[in-house]
């Protein structure tokens, strides 16, 4: 078993958690309903591998955009854990 986490460190590693996961579903909201609901007939406008922006945002884009917001959860959170010093040991 691990060292136990001092109360400090674990209040700190829930604020930037929540922080993140704020700042990361703003950037889902934006992606998968501005760009394809809200925004869909300026973004019409324009043409991507022979489809309409705003089309392709609502069928492909929000599905890249989640997996990017993933993996971008996925780093930064190892980048807190190793900051806090709670990283987990290799196997």
């Known amino acids: ?11 700190l590693y829930w604020r930037e958690n929540r922080r993140l996961m704020l700042i990361l579903g703003f950037f889902w909201f934006v992606v998968s309903l501005g760009c394809g609901v809200l925004w869909v007939e300026p973004l019409n406008r324009i043409q991507m591998g022979g489809f309409k922006l705003g089309f392709w945002f609502a069928q492909q884009g929000a599905i890249y955009g989640f997996i990017l917001l993933t993996f971008i959860y996925a780093l930064a959170m190892a980048r807190l854990e190793k900051r806090l010093g709670l990283e987990e040991p290799d196997a």
């Open 1 to 11: 078993m691990g060292t136990p986490v001092s109360q400090q460190t674990r209040d």
